[in-house]
């Protein structure tokens, strides 16, 4: 992707995710807003964005954080809100584990307390070993956990999936986590 699709989508993650009211925009439920509310409020922030610059990093963004619905009017980013929203994903169940990424100086705090959704509305975790791989790369030598989801499951805990294949939870005990072996 080049470097103005890159800030493409992180404009679009900021504003999507944290700011919408920024732009003067505001979530539908869903997390959903018109394109064209979208590329209007961009170009009055002086960051004009083409449709076809919107349109390419959706369809090429290796992350798939963002979603046109199936008319083609509206676009949300699929999870890692810190605003308001109800995403509408139904419940799921899970596969068996589930894996997250992370580095080594969150070890402490989540073996006491789990994992926790901070400023998010759920925890994010990776289908595959790869991708937690990926997540954890983002702030240093990446540690990958286990995570027993058949067990949460059976305990009651329940799980959303985004569109982009990213599992969600509103948090992770201590007690269902394990370190991945990453040979």
Do not use: C
Not at 97 to 115: E, M, N, P, R
């Amino acid at each position: 992707m080049s470097q103005r699709l890159v800030t493409v989508s992180k404009f679009l993650s900021k504003y999507l995710r944290h700011e919408p009211q920024a732009l003067g925009l505001v979530l539908e439920p869903g997390g959903w807003v018109l394109i064209d509310d979208l590329l209007a409020g961009a170009a009055e922030q002086s960051f004009p964005i083409s449709r076809d610059e919107l349109m390419r990093v959706v369809a090429e963004s290796d992350k798939q954080r963002f979603a046109i619905d199936e008319a083609g009017l509206r676009i949300r980013a699929n999870q890692g809100h810190s605003t308001a929203v109800e995403l509408q994903l139904p419940d799921v169940a899970p596969p068996p584990q589930l894996y997250h990424g992370t580095v080594a100086k969150f070890l402490d705090s989540i073996w006491a307390s789990g994992l926790q959704k901070m400023n998010r509305h759920d925890v994010h975790l990776s289908p595959d070993l790869a991708t937690a791989t990926k997540v954890g790369e983002r702030r240093g030598k990446p540690i990958i956990l286990l995570v027993d989801t058949a067990q949460m499951a059976a305990d009651g805990f329940t799980f959303r999936r985004s569109e982009n294949g990213v599992w969600l939870t509103e948090h992770v005990p201590p007690r269902y986590l394990r370190l991945a072996e990453t040979s």
